[in-house]
């Protein structure tokens, strides 16, 4: 099948014939009443019987893909969706580059890939579980649906990885397909494996910077994984690249939204001062300082997401022809890396310097690197509405050296500019560079929820458009069913 037609007769809608493939889907049906029980458990813990209006995959190609409509969140039609299949692709980069592309996991690279399918699995249901109060506190229908959204597509994605462990792991695709829904988010005896997916996202705030930030580690993830020369593997992360999308776009215009409120709201209140905090604050809106301290929360955290800067298993990976770099069908080198260098910044008797380290083992700092330019694009169109209102602010990325706990820079402590600090003189800055008890204790304060139609909590600006182009008092959820 090359795949545009989705089949939504059976329990699990697909366009990989599961009509036809007994053992995968015997393995997929049997594993759904765990899913099920854990979106249950672990899933938003509110609204569960309301319907929302959802999108819902209808195509894989690049238009028209999807279709809105009322659903219960756990009547969504989970699925298994994959981009068309490109007829004669080959292996794009590494030792085996030039081959034809694998439709079978080749014997040698097995176990390599397994890992990278489980580690990239565990991020998804891992989300849902932080984001799972939420639902309790939203600012809006408009936002309490994109949350849903953004749910029930993670959702997908664990599908989509659980697809795979079962289609080509057997009985060890099996097991590891039960382990993912066993782990949980911030357990301190099972957690989640990666470390960003086991903090708290407390509040709407957080949610925001967690989908601009932690979903954009997401996007480079599956980025670097459509190139791979597993034909399923880039098939998969090709289309939940798709869907990706939305999910950054709700953290870009959350945080815009949420820029734009606090501006309208000093500038009417004639403040000038960013840094009058308490002033601000009085407002009912988020002032400027501490989205800035969360911003550099969660990009801090979510730097430590790509790894250790040098890196056997990406050089491993990589020369396996299972993960590529970041648009690595656009780059125009050798793509194997013979000989190529790339510059490592590391902290050397107390400064931060740049050293050449053969590529291959730099490809975590690479993707890092991606990873810093895509987010200050995002960024930027932030600081367009200091631009637009005039008022006297921007939001900068810190330091790639500041609040690192894996990498080059855990040892060190570092300031939002790389400036290296003593120990002391780090405790003494903190709060003024990480949100602190008081300012959690804020935002805490403004998270009551609004769900009466067209209408938006103080502290958020309503959106441009809404979803599918539905009025300002479209009733995004039907709270009482
Ligand atoms: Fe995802
Ligand atoms: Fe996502």
Redesign the pocket.
Known sequence: MSGAAIDYDGLIPNNVDLAHDLRVRKALETWHPGYIDWWKKMGPELFQNSPVFLRTAVGVGSDNWAKFDFVRMPEYRWGVLLAPKIEGRTVPFGAHKGEPAWQEVPGEYRAMLRRLLVIQGDT?PASVEQQRHLGATAPSLYDLRNLFQVNVE?GR?LWAMVYLLQKYFGRDGREEAEELLKRRSGDTDSPRMLGAFNERTPDWLSFFMFTFFTDRD?KMQLAALAQSGFDPLSRTCRF?LTE?AHHMFVGETGVTRIIQCTCDAMKAAGITDPYDIERVRALGVIDLPTLQKKANLHFSLTLDLFGNEISTNAANAFNAGLKGRYQEDKLTDDHQLINAMYPVLRPRDGVLVNEDVPALSALNMRLRDDYVADAAVGVSRWNRVFTQTGIDFRITLPHVAFNRRIGEFAAAHADTEGNVLSREAWDQRKATMLPSADDAAFIASLMRPVRERGLFAPWIAPPRYGIDNRAGDFEYVKIDG
């Open positions: 998804e993670e994605h997401g939940m990706e």
